[in-house]
């Protein structure tokens, strides 16, 4: 058998940032982790974002302003590596790996067009979601579905939680372990994964708005993943 993507190159991504705000808030620390070709290795970038970081997101991340401020990169200069790395994740067919990608890919694209710089080719990332992976193959089980939780419930260890550096290495350590665990998933190539994952997000949302309508929220939840714009 030829080999499957989980025991091939896998790129992880992650971002920390100043909120959860996709259109306005902002990168303060990225890491791309694995890589193919020319290996990534392990790059990781503190970012001083140009703004205040709130309070709240510093106790999760314990990036400070004044940290920023003084160790961390102009915007424009770190994603424009990032966004390079991307695209040749992209020319080597490298599957990007990212938890909640919704979240961190739409973030960075957000990133790209304010500072002017070109993006990946996100009609050819492949993208793989060990969040979306798992709650398709794993659809009843009880509890939290973070990162962490999600790692444990794996046996994936998980080191630095809330490092970029640390979330990204942990992220495709799941995905590797999901991939093997599971042949439903595993199976698929690269190109067949993330487009199933693009139905699998679809549906999940769709059955999380007809839970909280059961409730008497009236919340909209996100269907389009990875790029939600």
């Known amino acids: 058998m030829s080999e499957r993507w989980f025991e091939g190159p896998l790129l992880g991504f992650d971002t920390e940032t100043t909120g959860v705000d996709v259109t306005g808030d902002r990168i303060v620390q990225a890491a791309l ?61 490298t599957p990007v790996v990212a938890f909640r990608a919704g979240f961190d890919c739409t973030l960075l694209s957000y990133e790209l067009e304010r500072h002017g710089i070109p993006q990946p080719d996100w009609n050819r990332v492949a993208v793989i979601d060990p969040s979306v992976l798992d709650k398709r193959v794993d659809r009843y089980r009880r509890g939290k579905r973070t990162l962490g939780a999600t790692a444990a419930h794996y046996g994936v260890h998980h080191s630095e939680a809330h490092s970029a550096s640390g979330d990204a290495t942990a992220t495709v350590a799941l995905a590797r372990a999901i991939g093997a665990m599971y042949p439903e998933v595993g199976d698929l190539t690269p190109a067949d994964l993330h487009q199933s994952q693009i139905r699998w997000h679809a549906e999940d949302a769709e059955s999380l708005e007809a839970y909280f309508r059961r409730k008497g929220r009236d919340e909209v939840v996100e269907r389009r993943w990875p790029l939600c714009r």
């Open 33 to 93: 982790v694995g890589g193919a070709g020319e290996d990534v290795g392990e790059r990781t970038w503190l970012i001083d974002p140009g703004v205040p970081i709130p309070p709240g997101a510093t106790r999760v991340h314990g990036i400070t302003d004044a940290r920023v401020q003084a160790e961390g990169q102009a915007p424009a200069q770190a994603l424009t590596d990032i966004a390079a790395a991307l695209s040749a994740a992209v020319d080597t067919g």
